[in-house]
């Protein structure tokens, strides 16, 4: 586990250095004004991300986790939901983006720039993530981390090609540039899947529910993660917009950490929990140290490495150090609620996490936005901190409830009584009928 975790990790964190290679070049060739209304078309789009599909990621992973057989039913499951999604959220984010911009027009981007940010930020990277999630559902982490490192390395030479060789200076030079890069590597990652088995054009039902609730958890997710980038944009100069979406961008990148484990862990705990949430709990805990090790680690390497980030991304990013620093510990409360509702994924209980995660995410996002427009950036820390601590413990509260039941249930199972065939374990219902 160790040995994959660090293959996994490395593949992530080579992935997140790349990231962040683009992102500070993007931040220094574009200035403060493009590379602010580059933020909040980001911040759009990552909400339109999250909704497309419709969950139907998770459940290529679990389903063929537990069956291999079954992987070109959920191929064709997954690239129905993601590819119709994808195309009406891109039709609405035409009318919703210019709106949300609310520019002058000699500033605003054209239509065609922000649609091929659309197509790119949404439907593309959509495919990217459900190829490298086929290999993951496998346990082939060699190839799924490969394919990790191919995205990060195509979108850094491009930018590096696109910004210090041809010049790129404005969000619709850089829109053709995205949109070029990505349809050629959308297509090599589809014939890969591909390679795995032929897909199988039918609608999985049952799943599709399943995936709805799933998918909820990060639309809010990423409803509150966006909402102080659109309320700082509509309030403070793009200098605070654009060293806060740096330290956003710092954050989600060391978040990549915690991903690698629990990427690692899902196929694992999606086969065990068929047992139940007491069998598991050993291995959980185990994980949850791990992590928690992992994000304190983390979060002091950026609080002591943040000084040197002008270097990258430019001294005119005055606010950058201090946000960066603000912001890094939450990726520790985070990395609790991330594993413990992951446990809850595997499971299949959709509905326990999103009740969690979304509830959690639903009040902040009214809470940082409220916040914001009283309090401004740090008024946004401040809130962050409080939601991502009261998540990780109601979570783990709510995990020990399944545990606790899950112990008596079984203690109180006839001596010659299969664990997973007793009355409430229902968690491998939705396996097909062969398996």
Known sequence: MGLSYAASGLSLLLSAAAQLITFAVLARTLGTSQFAVYITISA???????????????????????????????????????????????????GAVPLLLALPSEQMPTLTSIVFLLITNILLV???????????????????????????LMRMLTTLLGCLVFGVKTVDQWAIWMFGSHTLLTLAYLYMMWRIGRPAWRIVREEIPIGALFSTQFIFRALRQNTDLVVLSMIASPEIVGSYGVARRILDSSYMSIEALNRLIYPGSARILVHGFHVAYPRLVKVLMAAVGIAVAVSLTVFVLSPLMPILFGHQYISMVGFTRAICFVIVPAAVSGVILEVFGAAGKQGVRAMVFNSANLVSAGLV???????????????????????????????????????????????????????????????????
């Not at 990552?46 to 063929?64: A, D, H, K, P």
């Not at 968690?427 to 062969?434: C, T």
Request: with cysteine.
């Open 44 to 94: 759009f789009t990552n909400i339109g991300t999250q909704i497309c599909g419709i969950g139907s990621q998770e459940s290529l992973v679990r389903r063929v986790a537990r069956e291999l057989s079954f992987y070109p039913t959920m191929f064709g499951h997954t690239m129905l939901l993601t590819v119709g999604t994808g195309i009406a959220l891109i039709l609405i984010g035409i």
């Open 126 to 152: 959509k495919i990217i993530g459900v190829a490298t999630a086929a290999y993951v559902a496998h346990s082939n982490f060699k190839v799924a981390n490969g394919m990790e490192i191919g995205f990060a």
């Open 369 to 435: 936005a409220v916040i914001t427009l009283n309090f401004g950036v740090f008024g946004a820390f401040g809130s962050y901190y409080a939601v991502e601590i009261v998540t990780a413990v109601i979570a783990w509260y709510v995990l020990s409830r399944y545990v606790m039941a899950d112990r008596l249930r079984f203690e109180g199972a006839a001596p010659g009584e299969s664990r997973s065939a007793r009355p409430g374990h229902r968690i491998g219902k939705e396996l097909p009928q062969h398996a």
